[in-house]
């Protein structure tokens, strides 16, 4: 069963900095476009941050300048540096993946149940 789990996230001041981590696991054949969001009580999921399988990103203007995605398509895993954090960054967030269950089939997204960053002031 193909699953995507998110870890790293916590209890931080603000200015301090998180690494966030999504790992993809099960049997796949690839994974391409990775993305980040982020959900706070009573607001609407938010796109924060991608990456293509080639390495290619986009961010929100909220988090760009601060935020950072990559990937290692050897070992299957996504990250997201936060750093700069804020008390508006206090969220859940969550990996979404497009993967290919089997080659030439039709690709599937793919959801994390999400981890907990707070950021105090």
């Known amino acids: 069963q193909v699953q995507l789990v998110e870890s790293g996230g916590g209890l931080v001041q603000a200015g301090e900095s998180l690494r966030l981590s999504c790992a993809a696991s099960?049997?796949?054949?690839?994974?391409?476009?990775v993305n980040w969001y982020r959900q706070a009580p009573g607001n609407q999921r938010e796109l924060i941050a991608g990456?293509?399988?080639?390495?290619?990103?986009n961010y929100a203007d909220s988090v760009k300048g601060r935020f950072t995605v990559s990937r290692d398509n050897v070992t299957r895993l996504a990250f997201l540096q936060l750093t700069s954090l804020k008390p508006e960054d206090t969220s859940v967030y969550l990996c979404?993946?497009?993967?290919?269950?089997?080659?030439?089939?039709?690709?599937?997204?793919?959801w994390g149940r999400g981890t907990q960053v707070t950021v105090s002031s």
């Open positions: 979404n993946a497009i993967l290919w269950l089997q080659p030439f089939a039709t690709p599937r997204q793919f």
């Open positions: 099960g049997n796949f054949y690839s994974m391409t476009g």
């Open positions: 990456i293509t399988s080639e390495g290619n990103t």
